[in-house]
C-alpha cells in the first residue's frame, strides 16, 4: 500500500527537520590549531596590565613556566559562555585524572559592564573556586588587542557580546600550541 | 570640424587623466598611515634579514676553516674531523632557525598588535520564515524574507559614539523597503550614564530595548504581536526620535538601570504609528522613562523587575483629524540565567481623546514568556500574550493592527551553529473585536548572525 503523497511530503519534512535537529548536516572538525597563530604567539607578547575578580594587579607573565587555557567570555552571556566553561571544566577534570596541571584564563570582552566584582559573583555563582581558574578584566585597549593577538572575534549588539565559544593554549615555555573553536570536537582529547 | 574634434579628444584624454589621478591619488593618500607602518616593518624585516645573513657568513667560514685544517691532519685525525665539522653546522642552523622563528614571532605579534582602522566591520543577522502563515503578515502563506539588518558602530573616539542599524525588510505586499531603523550618535559620560541622540529603540519594558531587529538573538521566533515593529503588527510608537540619557548604577548586589527620553511626538499615517523622523508638524514631543534594578548576586540573581512610562500626543492623517494624548503606565519582570528565561510585561493605556473631544480611554496588553535553557540542544519556551485595546479610542481603532486578541504559542530554539539558529513555533490566536475569528500557526524560521 502507497502513501499518500501529503503524507509522502510530511514523511519528507520530518526526515529533513530531523537531519537539521542532528547536526549531521554540519562540518565539524577535531583540534587543529590554526597555524597562523600556533608558535608565533607567546604570552608575553599579550597585554599584561588585568585585575582579577579579587580586584589585584595580574600579568600574564605571572603563569610563566605553566600551561595555560585562555578564553574570552563575558559574565550575562548565557548562550555561549556557559558551553565554553562547561568545556573547560571537562579539561579541568581530564587534566585532574591524568595528573597534569593547567591554569585556566578568563578575560572578560565588556570591561563597560564587568569588573572584578562581577566575575567574582560568577565564580561564585558558577561554582568555579579553584584557584588555578583566573577571572580577568582589563581596559578596553587591553581587551580589544588581546583578542586580536588570539584571534577572538567579537562585537556589540548593543548590550550583547556577539562571539564564539574558543579556547587556546600556551605550553610551559609560554608558546600558543593549540586553538579550540567552535566547530573543534574533542577539546579534552586535544590537549 | 576637425579642431572640434581635437578640442574633444583633448577634453576627454584631460578627463581620463584627471580620473587616473583621482582613482591611484586618493587611495594613496588614505594609505598613508599603512604605508608608513608597513616601511616600518619592512626595515625591521630588512634589519633580520641582514642578521641571517650574517649568522649564514658565519657558518660559512666556519664550514671554511674546518674543510682547510682537515687536509693538514692525519689520515686518522681526518676520520674524527667530520663528525666535528658536521656536529657545528648543526648548531648554528639550529640558531638560524631560532632567529627566523623569533622574526615570524614579532611579525604575528606585530600584524596583531596593530590598531583595528582596516576599515569598518560589517555585522548584521537575516533571517528567512516558512508556515502556514506569515508570522507579521499572517494573511500571507509559505516562505517569507524578512529581514537583512546590518549593523554598524563606526568609532568615532572613546568618548564619541555611533550607532546605525540599516534594514532591508520585506513588508505585508512583498515590497522589500529599506530603513534606517536606528541611527545614533552618542558621547558617553561615564560607564553610569550615556547621552544618545537621533532616532532609537523607545526604551520601555525589556522586548523592545533587548531584542532589536536581529531575530538571531531572541529565542522566541518572534516577539509579541503588540510588541512587533510599528510596520510588523505592533500597536506601540517602538521607535523615538530625539534624545536618551541612559545607564547603570551599580551597587552591592545589584544594579539600578535607569533611561530618560524625549522626541517628536509619533503620527498614525495610513494605519501605522509612524516615528516622524524628519519631525512632526504639531511640535509635540513624547517624553518617558524607565527604572528598573537587576540583581547581580545572591538567591535573585538574573532577576530584574521595573516600571516605566510615557506620554504624548498622536495625531493622525485622517480627515477630520484625530489627536489623542496617549499616556502608557508599564511594569516588567525578566528572570535570565544559564537556564531560565521568562519574561513578563503589561502596559496599561490611560489615553485621553483630546479631537475629538471623546474622554479617558483605557486599555491594556500584557504577556507572559517562559523559556528553559537546560536542554543542551534546544531551548523551549511557552508563551502567553493579550491584548484589550478600546475601539473607541482612536489611537488604536486608526491601527491597522490595533484590535484586541489573545495568542498562546509553543516554540523552541535549535542552535545549528553559533551562528545559525532554527526556530519553530505553534500558536493560536483569537481576535475578539474587530474582527472575530481564530487561526492556527505553524511557523518555522532560520536566523543568522554574521
Known amino acids: 500500500m502507497q502513501c499518500p503523497p501529503q503524507r509522502r511530503t510530511a514523511a519528507r519534512f520530518v526526515l529533513v527537520i530531523g537531519w537539521l535537529l542532528s547536526g549531521a548536516c554540519l562540518p565539524a572538525t577535531n583540534a587543529s590549531p590554526a597555524p597562523g597563530l600556533v608558535g608565533g604567539i607567546r604570552l608575553d607578547m599579550l597585554p599584561q596590565g588585568w585585575r582579577d575578580d579579587r580586584n589585584q594587579a595580574f600579568a600574564l607573565n605571572d603563569l610563566a613556566g605553566r600551561r595555560v587555557v585562555l578564553t574570552m567570555a563575558y559574565a550575562n552571556c548565557h548562550r555561549i559562555c556557559p558551553m565554553t566553561i562547561n568545556a573547560l571544566k571537562d579539561l579541568q577534570s581530564s587534566l ?40 580577568l578584566s582589563g581596559s578596553h585597549d587591553d581587551t580589544e588587542q588581546l583578542a586580536r593577538q588570539l584571534g577572538f572575534s567579537f562585537w556589540k549588539y548593543d548590550e550583547h557580546v556577539m562571539h564564539e565559544s574558543r579556547a587556546v593554549v600556551f605550553d610551559a615555555r609560554g608558546l600558543l600550541t593549540a586553538e579550540f573553536g567552535p566547530d573543534t570536537r574533542g577539546w579534552t582529547a586535544a590537549l | 570640424m576637425r579642431d572640434t574634434m581635437l578640442i574633444h579628444t583633448a577634453r ?29 616593518l619592512q626595515k625591521q624585516l630588512d634589519q633580520s634579514i641582514k642578521m641571517i645573513d650574517q649568522l649564514a657568513a658565519r657558518v660559512r667560514d666556519l664550514e671554511a676553516k674546518q674543510a682547510g685544517a682537515a687536509p693538514t691532519a692525519t689520515a686518522a685525525a681526518a676520520a674524527p674531523a667530520a663528525p666535528a665539522a658536521g656536529a657545528a653546522a648543526p648548531a648554528d642552523v639550529a640558531r638560524i632557525d631560532a632567529v627566523e622563528q623569533k622574526i615570524a614571532q614579532i611579525e604575528t605579534a606585530n600584524a596583531t598588535r596593530r590598531p583595528d582602522d582596516t576599515g569598518l566591520p560589517m555585522h548584521g543577522f537575516a533571517d528567512i520564515n516558512f ?11 509559505g516562505f517569507a524574507l524578512n529581514n537583512l539588518d546590518f549593523y554598524l558602530t563606526p568609532k568615532l573616539g572613546d568618548k564619541l559614539l555611533a550607532l546605525f542599524e540599516l534594514n532591508f525588510e520585506v513588508d505585508d505586499t512583498g515590497t522589500v523597503g529599506v530603513d534606517i531603523e ?50 510588523q503588527g505592533g500597536v506601540m510608537p517602538a521607535h523615538t526620535v530625539g534624545a536618551w540619557l541612559t545607564g547603570a548604577l551599580r551597587g552591592d548586589g545589584g544594579k539600578v538601570l535607569y533611561d530618560a527620553f524625549v522626541g517628536n511626538g509619533q503620527q498614525i499615517i495610513e494605519g501605522l504609528v509612524d516615528m516622524r523622523s524628519g519631525g512632526n508638524a504639531h511640535g509635540k514631543p513624547i517624553y518617558g522613562g524607565r527604572l528598573g534594578y537587576q540583581w547581580t ?25 484625530n489627536l489623542t494624548e496617549v499616556r502608557m503606565y508599564g511594569a516588567y519582570a525578566v528572570y535570565d540565567t544559564d537556564r531560565w528565561e521568562h519574561t513578563a510585561e503589561v502596559y496599561l493605556f490611560d489615553n485621553l481623546g483630546i479631537v475629538p473631544s471623546t474622554g479617558n480611554h483605557r486599555s491594556k496588553a500584557y504577556y507572559a514568556q517562559f523559556g528553559y535553557r537546560g536542554v543542551p540542544w534546544m531551548i523551549p519556551y511557552a508563551r502567553y500574550e493579550r491584548a484589550l485595546l478600546d475601539q473607541t479610542d482612536a489611537y488604536f481603532s486608526g491601527q491597522i493592527s490595533g484590535y484586541s486578541y489573545y495568542r498562546s504559542a509553543v516554540g523552541a530554539r535549535h542552535d545549528l551553529n553559533q551562528r545559525t539558529a532554527l526556530k519553530f513555533e505553534l500558536a493560536n490566536t483569537h481576535y475578539t473585536d474587530r474582527d472575530v475569528g481564530q487561526f492556527n500557526e505553524v511557523l518555522g524560521q532560520i536566523a543568522i548572525r554574521f
Open chain 2, 297 to 321: 548576586s545572591g538567591q535573585l540573581e538574573g532577576l530584574t523587575l521595573g516600571v516605566d512610562a510615557f506620554d504624548s500626543r498622536i495625531d493622525d492623517d485622517q480627515l477630520p483629524q
Open chain 1, 96 to 135: 585532574d585524572a591524568r595528573g597534569e596541571q593547567a591554569d585556566f584564563v578568563i578575560v572578560g570582552y565588556d570591561p563597560d559592564n564587568e569588573d572584578a566584582a562581577t566575575w567574582h559573583q560568577y565564580r561564585r555563582s558558577h561554582h568555579l573556586p579553584r584557584a588555578n581558574w583566573h577571572f
Open chain 2, 131 to 141: 508556515g502556514n502563515h506569515n508570522p507579521f503578515f499572517p494573511e500571507e502563506k
Open chain 2, 182 to 231: 536606528r541611527g545614533q550618535l552618542g558621547y558617553q559620560f561615564s560607564d553610569e550614564a550615556t547621552l544618545w541622540v537621533g532616532r532609537f529603540h523607545t526604551p520601555y519594558g525589556y522586548v523592545n530595548t533587548a531584542l532589536h531587529h536581529g531575530v538571531w538573538i531572541n529565542d522566541a521566533l518572534r516577539r509579541p504581536k503588540f510588541l512587533m515593529f510599528e510596520d
Open chain 2, 12 to 40: 576627454a584624454a584631460r578627463g581620463i587623466g584627471l580620473a587616473m589621478l583621482l582613482v591611484i591619488g586618493i587611495p594613496s593618500l588614505a594609505r598613508a598611515d599603512d604605508a608608513d607602518r608597513i616601511a616600518q
